[in-house]
């Protein structure tokens, strides 16, 4: 459902620095695999995730979404696919600030006119563990709970391309226990998973590990059955 | 140090609710500890943190900060106090958007009329490994690179009083052993140190733990030697 092939992403600073932050990257994600990307701080993991959400164009490289070059898709269409088909847990959850817990998770399914917006969304934000805080809006609750409302918000359109940018890292070890486990469970309805993190328990959960290291791609095997 | 009596902090969210982030921590820290504070998501770590740094206030209960009652100093008083002797890293790194990262680890500098300025800033971001993304803002630089800027920011200023809330939870296992062994020095150098973090690891270079559930301190023991 992923394949990139020399993708290169280089971000220019002022007249004299050039940082590349992907410098040649060939991934292949089949349907339904749950990958986990690792990598040190800086690495491009973020970068690349942007990129195969389709939030962001590679300065070089080809993307193809279930087939189709994204360079050649319609902003109508890449609309589209960001709404639903894909899930995108931002590292920064990128929460609408003036906005309820309940209302940030209800927006996707109200941009595609879902009916029983409302009650989907509770049910989303009681599967992060969250329904007595569905009135707050992002600075009347703490960075693990903004954190999982970004989580909730995510899966309420059940899409089938999860896409993860360190959904744990705020978490005390039981909550990221809960949401690793509800993320096992979409993937096992089907989903297709794509997980960043720099936490090896968390890695382990998943039957692939691909490693970036100075936007390279280093490592790229199966693990034993998680 | 640090002497909390009753602390208590309770949030009103419109007419109906209210939430009681704290509901009377008694904390006292002495000069030269390392104390980690530990807790599930959203039981009233940052909201602590925060009055102990005197960025916010208690509903009731008292504070003193090396003797003296935090409710009676002057806004001058509670200035000089963030500025030079508490150095704090935000658990969302609060950097300024519009500056670089050598400018914000240099604005605390500026703010005490320290000379040499600049040239401890470079320093401070060497310290942290990022000596190449002095002049990047933090929307140019990755989240481990914008908690590390935060990190240099609150130790530039050598405060004798440092509140890390999370200063690790972006990081890679490297780059976090590297921070902590900065932290540990700054320690040693006399420093009082006050870290919140959910990771157990982390925890663990404590020579106390302190942990919060729901707004109550439920345990607080030495560590083995670290
Ligand atoms: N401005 C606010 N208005 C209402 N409730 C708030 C506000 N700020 C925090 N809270 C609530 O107070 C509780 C404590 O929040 P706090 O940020 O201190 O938790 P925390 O222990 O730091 O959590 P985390 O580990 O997720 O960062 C949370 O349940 C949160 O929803
Ligand atoms: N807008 C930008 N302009 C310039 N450089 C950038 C920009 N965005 C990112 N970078 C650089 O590109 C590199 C990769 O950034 P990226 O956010 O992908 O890293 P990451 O692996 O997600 O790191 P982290 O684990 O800290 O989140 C970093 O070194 C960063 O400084
Ligand atoms: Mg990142
Ligand atoms: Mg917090």
């Given at each position: 459902?992923?394949?990139?092939?020399q993708?290169?992403?280089?971000?220019?600073?002022?007249?004299?620095?050039?940082?590349?932050?992907?410098?040649?990257?060939?991934?292949?994600?089949?349907?339904?695999?749950?990958?986990?990307?690792?990598?040190?701080s800086?690495?491009?993991?973020?970068?690349?995730?942007?990129?195969?959400?389709?939030?962001?164009?590679?300065?070089?490289?080809?993307?193809?979404?279930?087939?189709?070059?994204?360079?050649?898709m319609?902003?109508?269409?890449l609309?589209?696919?960001?709404?639903?088909?894909?899930?995108?847990?931002?590292?920064?959850?990128?929460?609408?600030?003036?906005?309820?817990?309940?209302?940030?998770?209800?927006?996707?399914?109200?941009?595609?006119?879902?009916?029983?917006?409302?009650?989907?969304?509770?049910?989303?934000?009681?599967?992060?563990?969250?329904?007595?805080?569905?009135?707050?809006?992002?600075?009347?609750?703490?960075?693990?709970?903004?954190?999982?409302?970004?989580?909730?918000?995510?899966?309420?359109?059940?899409?089938?391309?999860?896409?993860a940018?360190?959904?744990?890292?705020?978490?005390?070890?039981?909550?990221?226990?809960?949401?690793?486990?509800?993320?096992?469970?979409?993937?096992?309805?089907g989903?297709?998973?794509?997980?960043?993190t720099?936490?090896?328990?968390?890695?382990?959960?998943?039957?692939?590990?691909?490693?970036?290291?100075?936007?390279?791609?280093?490592?790229?095997?199966?693990?034993?059955?998680?």
């Amino acid at each position: 459902v992923i394949e990139t092939c020399q993708l290169v992403k280089k971000y220019k600073l002022g007249a004299a620095t050039e940082v590349s932050a992907l410098r040649g990257i060939d991934l292949q994600v089949e349907e339904g695999e749950f990958v986990a990307i690792m990598g040190p701080s800086g690495s491009g993991k973020s970068t690349l995730m942007n990129i195969i959400g389709c939030l962001d164009v590679p300065t070089s490289g080809t993307y193809r979404l279930s087939g189709s070059e994204v360079s050649r898709m319609s902003s109508n269409q890449l609309a589209d696919l960001r709404a639903g088909k894909i899930g995108f847990i931002f590292q920064s959850f990128n929460l609408l600030p003036r906005t309820t817990a309940l209302e940030n998770v209800e927006l996707p399914l109200n941009y595609q006119g879902v009916p029983n917006a409302r009650k989907r969304a509770e049910e989303a934000l009681e599967w992060v563990g969250l329904s007595d805080r569905l009135h707050h809006r992002p600075n009347e609750l703490s960075i693990g709970q903004q954190q999982r409302v970004a989580i909730a918000r995510a899966l309420v359109t059940h899409p089938s391309l999860i896409l993860a940018d360190e959904p744990t890292g705020n978490l005390d070890t039981r909550a990221s226990q809960e949401i690793m486990s509800l993320l096992q469970t979409v993937h096992r309805q089907g989903g297709t998973l794509v997980l960043i993190t720099h936490e090896m328990e968390i890695g382990q959960h998943a039957q692939r590990v691909v490693r970036l290291r100075d936007g390279l791609l280093v490592f790229d095997e199966s693990v034993a059955d998680p």
